[in-house]
């Protein structure tokens, strides 16, 4: 059994001790230093949620703008700005690393095929397997009864119950945002956030939770994913393959396909 067992390890973990030892001469080296890159995590949600919620209305009214154009506006600076700015400032002016050094270290190294055309497949698989009992049975009663909160309510005005795009907001900031969404929080979440607290035990399962946790601005959504998260493998992609890219194909299958795949099969 274990040999069997080291062969299937081997199989899904791509071996490059080079470049561990790379990533674990960054990492958080305290607890408050560990402490500090999980509110990290927290902190653009929780701009991101007061922009949606208490701050909208006045913004509107002093700018004249549509509720929709004032979330993409926050949103497109979050995805686009915060998630894809602030790991290379932090890198090049704490770790000092280059730009170079920079992009290895948050995973753009050379294409993986084998984890992308066989080990990618196989846990987006069985994601997806695992989830459909969940979104059947436990997501919709969560939802509900986090929307029930005035606080996380999400009413008519949310951008979520409209069309993404506003047809008078810029088509180059969209664009930002929508790159900023699915590779900047790849890059903020999984690049970065991951690697610097590697001394946590069980650091993929804390980061996939606070992933969920930080959506603040849409919580009936992503709060009744929290008990899901430890089965969504975007984190267990980037330890296993010591690479981003398909954590960023996974994402893109998550929010273009497996909502569509769920609702087909469970109606959810």
């Known amino acids: 059994m274990s040999t069997m067992y080291r062969k299937l390890v081997n199989f899904f973990n791509l071996s490059d001790p080079n470049y561990v030892s790379f990533i674990r001469k960054y990492e958080a080296k305290t607890k408050k230093q560990i402490a500090f890159y999980l509110f ?95 979104m059947k049975y436990v997501y919709p009663p ?38 900023g969404n699915f590779i900047g929080e790849e890059v903020y979440f999984r690049g970065y956030l ?11 399962l804390w980061i996939a939770i606070i992933f969920q946790f930080y959506h603040m601005w849409q919580i009936p959504i992503n709060w009744a994913f929290v008990l899901l998260a430890m089965f969504i493998p975007e984190e267990i992609l980037v330890k296993l393959r010591k690479n981003i890219y398909g954590a960023i194909l996974l994402h893109l299958f998550v929010n273009f396909v497996w909502g569509k795949i769920t609702l087909y099969l469970v109606g959810v």
């Open 194 to 204: 991951l690697r610097k607290v590697g001394r946590l035990r069980f650091d993929w």
């Open 142 to 179: 969560l939802h509900d009864w986090l929307n029930g909160f005035p606080i996380f309510h999400m009413g008519e005005w949310h951008i979520f119950h409209h069309d993404y795009y506003d047809p008078n907001f810029p088509w180059p900031l969209f664009l930002i945002g929508l790159i």
């Open 40 to 134: 990290l995590g927290l902190l653009p949600g929780l701009v991101a949620y007061l922009f949606v919620y208490p701050l909208r209305e006045p913004i509107m009214e002093w700018t004249g703008l549509s509720a929709q154009y004032v979330q993409l506006l926050a949103l497109t600076f979050m995805a686009g700005g915060w998630h894809l700015i602030v790991p290379f400032l932090m890198l090049r002016y704490k770790d000092g690393l280059t730009f170079k050094e920079s992009l290895v270290y948050l995973g753009f190294t050379r294409l993986d095929l084998k984890g992308l055309l066989i080990v990618f497949p196989i846990l987006t698989i069985l994601f997806t397997l695992i989830s459909l009992p969940y």
